[in-house]
Structures are given as structure tokens and as C-alpha cells.
């Protein structure tokens, strides 16, 4: 059986102070033991993240990092020092990394199996824009984005990636897919992942993404094929957060 992921994206948010705040207010009130409660956060936090929800049922989890270990890449985080402060996943192919800071599939396919090399568990993402939508290319993106990015991950590894469906339209907008029509495109994303590893299709968890808040997330999460979410805006507050993955 597939557990439900719900993970947090903080984006660039939060002091230090603010996010051990936050876990003082949810750390013990994650009560939902049948979903995995995850939050990723800027880099700055996570080493204090881990310290602060030992003991508890959150993981912790980088939105980004460089597939290489080491090297002259000024700025850039290594998959080595992510392990080092015991990361559970990251988050790769988020939208706003491939608009904004020119990653590409390729990137995110040396990504995703560096990621899997070290042992941090990759958040793979991936969507359409307006435009991809309203020309009937959801589906299309959506298969080159996720074969290219799983290209070469192995039968054994495949179980441990995460796959989050994010509409661009839909991410911070206030818009969500109605919860048939995410349904409808990530069992399509579960076939092509069937496409690559027939027998293991059903073992990936899927998740959605795009303005995912307390009052839709239990609709979402009702699908049949949605296996969790990806919450930007609304997993800041920790009283939001609580009733997402408690949903
Ligand atoms: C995201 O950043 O992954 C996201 C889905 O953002 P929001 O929930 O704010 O739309």
C-alpha cells in the first residue's frame, strides 16, 4: 500500500526562530499516522529542523540541491552535505527552479539519481504551463518531463521516488485543478511510469500540487490515484499545516 506523503514547500520563508517556532507549535499535534507529514525548507533551517523533530513523526526535507559531491560550483549545496545532516527527501524539478534558475530535465535526471545514490529520497515535479494546458499538452509534458527525469533510476530505486504533479497555473495562484481533473492527469503519470517498470507503478507514490489548502485537501486527498501533496503557501502557518496533514 501507497502511505500518503503531505509535504510542506516553505520556498525562501522563514528565520531560524520562526520555523523552531513552528515546530514547538506542531511537533506531538501530527496525529495522522496514516500520512507521512514531511516539510522542506530553505537550506539555513534544515540542520536545525532535524534537531528539533527527532523523536517526532517529521521528516525533513531541501528544496534543491547540485548533482555533483563537490567541486567549484559557487553557491550550490551538495548532495553529500544534505546526507550529512540527515535529510529524508528533496525536492527537484520544482517549476519555479526550472523558470527561474534554468533547471532542465536533464539536470534533474543527474539530480534525482544522485539524490537516490546518497540515500535522500527525491520530491520529482513536474506540470504544465497555461498554455501547455489550453493546447491539450498536459499529458505529453508531463510524459517527457517524468520519463527524462527517471531516465536510468533502477528497479530496486524506483519505489523511493516521489512524484508530485504541479499545474504552474496552478501553483501560488489561489487556482487548484478540480480534484477528478488532477486524478484523471496523475493515473496518466502513473502509466508511464508503468511504462518503465510495469510491476512497480503502483508502488510510486504521486502526489498534487497547486494551491492545496485545509479546505480542499481532504477532496483531493479522496482520489484514487492522488497519494498526497505538495503545499506551498498554505503549509507556512503551523495551524494550516496541522490540518493538512491531519487532514
Ligand atoms: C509549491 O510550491 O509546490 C506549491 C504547490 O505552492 P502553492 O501551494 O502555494 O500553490
Known sequence: MRKPIIAGNWKMHKTIK???EFVNEVKGNVNNTDVEAVICAPFTLLKDLKEATKGTNIKIGAQNMHFEEKGAFT???SPLMLKEIEMDYVILGHSERRQYFAETNETVNKKVLKALEVGINPIVC???TLEQRE???????CKLQIEKALENVSKEDLHKVVIAYEPIWAIGTGKTATAEDANDVISYIREVVAGLYQELANEVRIQYGGSVKPSNVAEIMGQSDIDGA????????SDDYLKLVNF
Do not use: D, F, N, P
Open 18 to 20: 520562526e520555523a523552531l
Open 75 to 77: 553557491g550550490e549545496v
Open 126 to 128: 513536474c506540470g504544465e
Open 135 to 141: 493546447s491539450g499538452k498536459t499529458k505529453e509534458i
Open 230 to 237: 505538495l503545499v506551498g503557501g498554505a503549509s507556512l502557518a
